[in-house]
């Protein structure tokens, strides 16, 4: 399973864009790339998955180069809510999730 | 629509007890997985069944616990003799077939549990 490297913390104010980039250059081919996003006492919340390229749904974007050993999570202007710890993930959609520290995104008014 | 849940929400019990945690997961959900989480860390995987059938328990931590899952719904899983580093957030997620193209796991609450 490919490990993955993300800042530990960002800090943000609402109505930005916060970008979170994700490191994994062990990627293997079939991997896809998946973002879960945590709130206390919750368990986590399924964001986006992408294979390669850009995906969009109505939360957020996903942008992966053609090299596949990074990803970037785009959350387009974030508000309060959106305080939480952000992880990526990457494996086959068949395995276990593999979670890390993830990264803590506090947004400040 | 009804979503994962998980009994009980928290758990306090002493060390040296067997405790049992129950999962009920999304209905037609084929696949289930259960994880522990430590106070600040992420999230660790423990056993994964497709069906009623675990294909996966690599991620259990010791033969002290065990884990099973019935009708192809309601899991459980039992942590016997119980130690204070068993203390943990104990989730359960399930998701609708790991074949599909979108791996969606849909997370429990959690079961709080706390080894004195």
């Known amino acids: 399973l490919a490990k993955t490297t993300q800042p530990i913390s960002m800090d943000s104010y609402e109505g930005q864009e916060v970008n979170i980039t994700c490191s994994h250059n062990?990627?293997?081919?079939?991997?896809?790339i998946t973002w879960y996003q945590q709130f206390p006492s919750q368990g986590p919340r399924f964001i986006i998955q992408?294979?390669?390229t850009k995906v969009t749904n109505e939360v957020a974007s996903l942008f992966i180069p053609a090299d596949r050993k990074s990803s970037t999570l785009s959350l387009p202007r974030v508000s309060l809510s959106d305080t939480a710890v952000y992880y990526c993930?990457?494996?086959?959609?068949?395995?276990?999730?593999?979670f890390g520290t993830g990264t803590r995104l506090q947004v400040f008014p | 629509g009804a979503g994962v849940s998980q009994s009980p929400s928290n758990k306090v019990t002493e060390k040296g007890k067997d405790v049992e945690l129950r999962c009920d997961p999304i209905?037609?959900?084929?696949?289930l997985y259960w994880y522990r989480q430590s106070l600040g860390q992420g999230l660790e995987f423990l056993i994964y069944?497709?069906?009623?059938?675990?294909?996966?328990k690599s991620g259990l931590p010791s033969d002290r616990f065990s884990a099973e899952r019935t009708g192809g719904s309601v899991s459980t899983l039992t942590i016997q003799r119980t130690q204070q580093e068993d203390s943990a957030v104990y989730l359960c997620?399930?998701?609708?077939?790991?074949?599909?193209?979108?791996?969606?796991?849909?997370f429990g609450p959690g079961t709080r549990l706390t080894v004195l």
């Open positions: 997620a399930s998701s609708l077939d790991p074949g599909f193209d979108i791996n969606e796991q849909f």
């Open positions: 062990n990627i293997a081919t079939n991997d896809y």
């Open positions: 992408g294979y390669k």
């Open positions: 993930l990457v494996g086959l959609n068949t395995d276990k999730l593999i």
């Open positions: 209905s037609g959900h084929t696949a």
């Open positions: 069944f497709q069906g009623n059938s675990a294909p996966d």
